[in-house]
Nanobody, 123 residues
Framework: QVQLVESGGGLVQAGGSLRLSCAGSGRTFSSYAMGWFRQAPGKEREFVAAINWSGGNTYYADSVKGRFTISRDNAKNTVYLQMNSLKPEDTAVYYC????????????????WGQGTQVTVSS
């Protein structure tokens, strides 16, 4: 069982930056692939970024490529999402998730989820 807790969300102006953190519990955290997803009101949850267990491979949605960076620190059981050049369309609740098998790009592939953190980008 893995518990995930996100933090770092907030209100920021367009063009600004935020860094989200996701702290995980459990000694097996370093063996999990991790992903970030987001869900805006009235929309489906969508993939943002993912990282494999070692941090050596990362994946991004086209909409965030070049602006967002996913990373992890397995010694701290934490995964990060650095978000730069934020746009109003990035406004959503951001969730981190753990995949016990391989790096997934779809929500149904993930086994554990955090409670989410709100990111609001004003124009």
């Amino acid at each position: 069982q893995v518990q995930l807790v996100e933090s770092g969300g907030g209100l920021v102006q367009a063009g600004g930056s935020l860094r989200l953190s996701c702290a995980g519990s459990g000694r097996t955290f370093s063996s999990y692939a991790m992903g970030w997803f987001r869900q805006a009101p009235g929309k489906e949850r969508e993939f943002v970024a993912a990282i494999n267990w070692s941090g050596g491979n990362t994946y991004y949605a086209d909409s965030v490529k070049g602006r967002f960076t996913i990373s992890r620190d397995n010694a701290k059981n934490t995964v990060y999402l650095q978000m730069n050049s934020l746009k109003p369309e990035d406004t959503a609740v951001y969730y981190c998730a753990a995949d016990t098998r391989v790096v997934g790009l779809y929500p149904h592939e993930y086994d554990y989820w955090g409670q989410g953190t709100q990111v609001t980008v004003s124009s």
